[in-house]
């Protein structure tokens, strides 16, 4: 198998990248886990747009086979590719404290997209405006936990990553 178009340095984030994919597979609460961190830091990570994108969608693609697709996976992807395409333009340097800003950035548009998808497709809230009100009023508790899991996910995966690159340099 040739890898060459894969850059050494590039496998270790890969390899954080499908392991916050798979954690969805893990009991957790509702809305708890590393999507958004998938997108924010596959836009750090990767050279290009490209490789941040197809590793975007094949970590969530290999995820959602296990977990099973769902109605309302159109909004879900949409917002999280955007994410990437956003964070990819303005997070050339992260650190600690810009990581903070860059989660709850993302954790918004999330919130935004996915929350209207839900009231866009799905049938329990009226499609009129108090609607959709409605149903971003009644999301505000996932946001809670969406934001809460973006900012551990992002710093973890940060830390981790910094600390693969401390020991990767000095072992080459």
């Not at 893990?26 to 998938?38: G, Q």
């Not at 866009?120 to 609607?131: A, P, V």
Request: hydrophobic fraction near 50%; aromatic fraction near 18%.
């Amino acid at each position: 198998m040739n890898l060459h178009f894969i850059d050494k340095k590039e496998v270790f984030p890969i390899v954080l990248i499908l392991i916050l994919a798979l954690s969805r597979l893990l009991p957790h609460p509702p809305n708890f886990t590393p999507i958004i961190t998938i997108g924010i830091m596959s836009s750090y990570f990767f050279k290009n747009i490209f490789s941040s994108l197809i590793i975007l969608l094949i970590s969530m693609l290999l995820s959602d086979l296990f977990i099973g697709f769902y109605q309302n996976m159109v909004f879900v992807y949409l917002s999280l590719l955007l994410i990437t395409c956003i964070f990819f333009k303005i997070i050339k340097k992260a650190n600690y404290s810009s990581l903070l800003i860059y989660s709850f950035f993302g954790s918004l548009l999330f919130y935004l997209i996915s929350n209207f998808g839900v009231w866009l497709i799905g049938n329990m809230y009226e499609k009129n405006i108090n609607g959709l009100v409605n149903c971003y009023l009644m999301a505000i508790p996932f946001f809670k936990n969406t934001l809460i899991s973006t900012i551990i996910f992002t710093y973890a995966t940060f830390f981790t990553n910094n600390i693969y690159l401390k020991n990767y340099k000095s072992s080459s």
